[in-house]
């Protein structure tokens, strides 16, 4: 179906086929009995040593999404810029494993990147929306994330669809994967869905949508939520964004906040990055900031937000990914009620071939 299905947008109709792209993405490489993912294309890939991710725009975001959970599993990675990656001098031999993460497949620089890489010995895999993309011919493995045709310059279901197979990429590489990890993730495209049937995103956009700057903050897996967030929101809506890690905020940033500044701050679980992000919530707070808060309402982050943009429970990768959805929702609502151009942006490529 490449029409818009009733939608006023194309970016709005693929905001609402993400509970879908992510049912396509899991099928067949999740044993919730045995506790299992598996992941067909890569059944011979042994992984030992270090993963370095690649990708531009978007898809960075999700690399570092990628690299983070990678971490937390045991694997030592990186992510770079694709762009900067040549230029970077990373060190790459035969057991280095690259991952070129890009939803065309087509995009310039991080085919560079790769053929880089492969040069230098090290092996490769593309993690992509597009079989038979150029990138699939450039790397040694591919790993397909399921979305279907995205049509809107903006990428959403992509990255969403990104998120969850790099999730499953993680734990197949370093073969860790409980039965709990995989319940978590199974249910995470039905609570996509209570996310698209009870957002409040739009009444937050009409409040918001004359302020002076929109600012992002998360730690952890929220951090690149933060950065998507606030590219989602320059690309459609040409207002000024930032994304920010929480903590990095008093280093600089801080000095932007105003009471015209609303800061979006992600909040997850009530851990030790909840406590720790709310500590910089209070920070802007006392800045007169207005705070808009994406929390699943396990921590005491609510207490200090002028507004809050619910998710429901569940472990920090499921809840980075809903949380993300309703900041698509926002972006979309808010370029929406400015008359911009939502599925083509203004100076904007849905994939760039040149360097
Ligand atoms: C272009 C698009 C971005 C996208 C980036 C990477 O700049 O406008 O939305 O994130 O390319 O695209 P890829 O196909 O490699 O994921």
């Known amino acids: 179906d490449t029409g818009k299905s009733g939608y006023d947008h194309y970016m709005l109709k693929e905001i609402h086929e993400q509970p879908t792209a992510l049912r396509q993405c899991l099928r067949g ?186 600012f992002f903050i998360g730690r952890g897996l929220a951090y690149p939520v933060a950065l998507e967030g606030a590219l989602k929101f320059k690309e459609i809506t040409y207002e000024h964004a930032e994304g920010f890690a929480a903590g990095e905020l008093k280093h600089g940033p801080l000095a932007l906040v105003t009471k015209d500044t609303p800061v979006f701050a992600i909040v997850t679980g009530d851990g030790k990055r909840a406590r720790k992000t709310i500590s910089n919530i209070k920070e802007v707070e006392a800045r007169d900031a207005p705070v808009i808060v994406v929390t699943d309402g396990e921590s005491e982050a609510e207490r200090y937000a002028d507004h809050v943009l619910e998710i429901p429970a569940t472990d920090e990768r499921g809840a980075t990914v809903l949380a993300n959805v309703q900041l698509q929702l926002v972006s979309y609502w808010v370029a929406n009620l400015l008359g911009r151009s939502i599925d083509k942006p203004r100076n904007l490529a849905k994939s760039v071939t040149v360097e």
């Open 29 to 214: 490489r999740v044993d919730e009995l045995e506790g299992d993912i598996s992941l067909e294309s890569l059944a011979d890939l042994e992984q030992s040593g270090p993963v370095q991710f690649v990708a531009c725009g978007t898809s960075y975001h999700a690399a570092l999404y990628g690299a983070a959970l990678c971490r937390e599993h045991g694997v030592r990675a990186t992510a770079s810029i694709a762009s900067e990656y040549t230029t970077d001098r990373v060190p790459v031999d035969e057991d280095t494993l690259v991952v070129g993460v890009t939803q065309s497949g087509e995009t310039a620089d991080t085919l560079r990147a790769l053929r880089e890489a492969s040069r230098a010995g090290g092996r490769t895999l593309a993690v992509t929306n597009t079989v038979g993309s150029s990138i699939t011919r450039v790397c040694d493995h591919a790993l397909y994330i399921r979305a279907g045709p995205e049509i809107g310059v903006a990428a959403t279901k992509t990255f969403a669809s990104q998120q969850l197979a790099l999730t499953l990429l993680a734990a197949s590489l370093s073969n860790t994967s409980s039965h709990r990890e995989i319940e978590s993730l199974r249910a995470v495209p039905d609570q996509v869905q209570t996310v698209l049937d009870t957002s409040q995103a739009k009444a937050i956009a009409e409040e918001f949508v004359n302020a002076d700057a929109f």
